[in-house]
């Protein structure tokens, strides 16, 4: 008996001290949040932009439009139970990174669509949200909520797309004549987008995925032409297909909040002599980040 006291001893010590320690871990976890990267799904990721050149439309007396390609994103999520009294947004989030907008009248001068802040090097990006959704790029296909408590895993899709639709005037922008005079149109724009997953309550943010991509315009016009054949794209006619990153690169401060890219642009008007000046902020010409 003594033997047998003497050999039990220390293995009932290890389980009190291993049940002791179990409870701890619980306790530990139960004071953490229970939604953490390690328990998210994500897949079947895509990015891509169609295999289509842009399309010059040549409708107006007052303004050329072009229309490119669509950017198109989708993810499919599995999100682990959510707490009660949490609720969880995942979707897209999208921030323009550099933005090149030139449309050149001959040797008078040119107008250029500009991020001021972006362009000085005062932030590293510009919210591209619709104005309405910040953070979110959008709130119909492109977020899903959850508000727990759940009590199973959630299965979800989101999805987003993007393009430019703008108007180029074809006379001089601070003008009062309609002579068209415009000769070439040249834009080179990029961005970063997120797919991620955020708390409502405590903006706790979690990256779930990172795509980059970038769009490029090249124009040539002759306004002496007539209307409908004055327009023709030059350059590559396919766009260069977006990367998803294999590392999830940090959301800056500025792609979160206000102003989104809308709000933040001027129109600068910079004649071959003289001084520039702002010919517009958010007028209808606008190009349709």
């Not at 179990?22 to 079947?44: D, F, H, L, T």
């Not at 802040?117 to 959850?146: H, M």
């Not at 933040?264 to 520039?276: E, K, N, S, T, Y």
């Amino acid at each position: 008996l003594p033997s047998f006291e003497y050999h039990c001893l220390p293995s009932l010590l290890s389980l009190i001290a291993l049940a002791v320690c179990r409870m701890g871990c619980i306790q530990s976890i139960a004071c953490k949040p229970r939604i953490r990267r390690e328990n998210i799904v994500v897949y079947e990721v895509s990015a891509s932009i169609d295999q289509c050149p842009t399309i010059i439309e040549e409708n107006s007396p007052i303004v050329l439009r072009y229309k490119t390609p669509y950017f198109r994103a989708s993810a499919g999520v599995v999100m682990p139970p959510v707490p009660r009294n949490e609720t969880w947004v995942v979707g897209w989030i999208q921030a323009c990174t550099q933005m090149e907008f030139y449309n050149t009248y001959g040797d008078i001068g040119m107008s250029s669509w500009e991020l001021p802040e972006l362009r000085e090097g005062r932030v590293k990006a510009i919210s591209d949200s619709d104005g309405v959704s910040y953070p979110w790029y959008g709130n119909t296909t492109e977020t899903v909520t959850l508000t727990g408590p759940t009590s199973k895993p959630s299965r979800l899709t989101v999805s987003m797309n993007d393009n430019f639709y703008p108007s180029v005037t074809w006379a001089v922008p601070i003008s009062n004549s309609n002579t068209p005079m415009l000769t070439h149109i040249t834009r080179d724009q990029s961005f970063i987008t997120w797919l991620v997953a955020m708390n409502s309550v405590t903006k706790e943010r979690i990256v779930l995925q990172t795509v980059r991509w970038r769009m490029r315009v090249d124009i040539a016009v002759d306004p002496d032409m007539p209307l409908g054949s004055r327009a023709s794209l030059v350059g590559r006619p396919y766009q260069e297909q977006p990367h998803i990153l294999n590392y999830q690169e940090p959301i800056p401060p500025n792609a979160l909040g206000r102003p989104n890219a809308n709000d933040a642009q001027v129109l600068m008007w910079r004649p071959r002599r003289g001084h520039r000046t702002v010919a517009a902020t958010e007028i209808k010409s606008s190009p349709n980040l």
